[in-house]
């Protein structure tokens, strides 16, 4: 089955750090992955996706994530932290349905 | 509408009571799906719904909980005699059906809040 795992559920940068929150997958087949941000008290909403297309994917905000199979990883990241990158953030890759498998998320602290 | 659509936005009830929540997809939208997000367990898949396919209803966790999808487009959840560990921000997410041009993004609504008192 698909599956990601997230490492760290909490990570904290300084206000223009480097932002790294990082993703593992786990698929049988070449996988289709996708980071999302939540922020307090809202839905979901799309970072970026990896088609299969380009490996460095760039998405919404400033975010970035490269797809790397040898390490079967989709790290997300930005090179300067703003506060309002405040959120949770979810890594997730379609099932073998239609259906994406989430990670247990990351919170992002942004501190000045 | 624009957006998914989810009501209630919070729900407050009893142990043992009955609750439904809905769901209001995207126009033109024929996948459906329902999550549930607990205090640091992330999204936990419920069920599916694909046009009039018959659901995935491979997540759901108990035989209290239950959905339908009248007529294509909006959706009920329905949890029978809830329980305090059913406390939980139940998410609806609609997408464009696989084969136009479906990548597999999901489109969230806002949720609505269970608390089972």
């Known amino acids: 089955a698909q599956s990601v795992t997230q490492l760290g559920s909490h990570v904290s940068v300084s206000e223009g750090a480097l932002v790294l929150l990082r993703c593992n997958y786990s698929?049988?087949?070449?996988?289709?992955l996708f980071w999302y941000v939540q922020y307090p008290n809202q839905g979901l909403q799309l970072l970026l996706k990896?088609?299969?297309?380009?490996?460095l994917v760039k998405g919404i905000n400033g975010f970035e994530a490269e797809f790397k199979k040898s390490e079967t990883s989709f790290h997300l990241t930005k090179p300067s932290a703003h506060m309002s990158d405040a959120a949770e953030y979810f890594c997730a890759v379609r099932g073998s349905g239609y259906a994406l498998n989430f990670g247990k998320g990351t919170s992002l602290l942004v501190t000045p | 509408g624009a957006g998914v659509s989810q009501s209630p936005s919070n729900k407050v009830t009893e142990k043992g009571k009955d609750v439904e929540l809905r769901c209001d997809p995207i126009?033109?939208?024929?996948?459906l799906y329902w999550y549930r997000q607990s205090l640091g367990q992330g999204l936990e898949f419920l069920i599916y719904?694909?046009?009039?396919?018959?659901?995935?209803k491979s997540g759901l966790p108990s035989d209290r909980f239950s959905a339908e999808r009248t007529g294509g487009s909006v959706s009920t959840l329905t949890i029978q005699r809830t329980q305090q560990e059913d406390s939980a921000v139940y998410l609806c997410?609609?997408?464009?059906?696989?084969?136009?041009?479906?990548?597999?993004?999901?489109?969230f609504g806002e949720g609505s809040r269970l608390t089972v008192l």
């Open positions: 997410a609609s997408s464009l059906r696989d084969g136009q041009s479906n990548t597999g993004e999901l489109f």
């Open positions: 990896y088609t299969s297309a380009a490996t």
């Open positions: 698929s049988s087949v070449p996988p289709y």
């Open positions: 719904f694909q046009g009039n396919s018959a659901p995935d």
């Open positions: 126009s033109g939208h024929t996948a």
